[in-house]
C-alpha cells in the first residue's frame, strides 16, 4: 500500500513539475525599416504553450508565399520544453509606417499576447530588392561561376617528395 501512494505521489510531483513551465509567445521581425517591394520575415515563437495561434492582421503589407513551422522538445531533468515557431514572409508594397497586431494564443493555463511592431517602408524608386536576412536559400551552398580549369590555376602545387629509386630484386 506504501508503494503505491510513494508512486501516486512521485507521479504527482512530475506532473505539476512538467506543467510549472512558463509559457511565452513572442513576435520578432527580420528587419524593422524596408525598402517598398520587398520582404521581411515575421518569426512567432512559443514556448512551453499548446494551442494554435491566429496570424496577426497586417495593416500596410501583406503575406507572401507561405508558412514555416519548427518544433523542438527538451527532456531534462525529468522537465518538458517546448517550442514551436511559426514564419511568415511579409512583403512592403507602399512606403509609410506600417504595423503588424498581437498575436493572441488562448491556452489552457493563460491568455498570452505579443505587442504589436512597427515597419517602417521606405520610398525605393530605383526598384533595389535587397536579400531578407532571415532567408538562409542563398547561403547553403558555394557557387562558383567559373570552370574548373580556373579552379586548378588558383591551388598552389603541393610539394611533392623526390622519386625514390627503384630497388632491384633478385631471387635466391
Do not use: C
Not at 505539476?16 to 521581411?40: C, H, M, R, W
Amino acid at each position: 500500500m506504501k508503494q503505491i501512494l510513494t508512486y501516486i505521489l512521485l507521479g504527482i510531483l512530475s506532473l505539476s513539475s512538467a506543467y510549472s513551465q512558463e509559457s511565452k509567445i513572442t513576435a520578432k521581425v527580420s528587419k524593422d525599416t524596408i525598402l517598398a517591394g520587398n520582404q521581411i520575415s515575421l518569426t512567432i515563437s512559443l514556448e512551453n504553450v499548446d494551442g494554435e495561434i491566429v496570424k496577426p492582421e497586417l495593416i500596410g503589407l501583406e503575406y507572401g508565399g507561405g508558412i514555416s513551422q519548427s518544433t523542438s522538445m527538451q527532456y531534462i531533468n525529468g522537465e518538458m520544453k517546448k517550442n514551436v515557431q511559426y514564419t511568415y514572409t511579409l512583403i512592403a508594397k507602399e512606403p509609410g509606417n506600417w504595423s503588424i497586431g498581437p498575436v493572441f494564443l488562448d491556452d489552457e493555463k493563460s491568455a498570452l499576447e505579443t505587442p504589436p511592431i512597427s515597419v517602417v517602408v521606405l520610398p525605393n524608386p530605383d526598384g533595389i530588392i535587397e536579400e531578407d536576412g532571415n532567408n538562409l536559400d542563398n547561403n547553403l551552398f558555394f557557387q562558383w561561376g567559373g570552370d574548373l580549369k580556373s579552379i586548378e590555376d588558383h591551388i598552389p602545387d603541393s610539394p611533392q617528395e623526390p622519386a625514390k629509386p627503384k630497388r632491384k630484386l633478385k631471387k635466391i
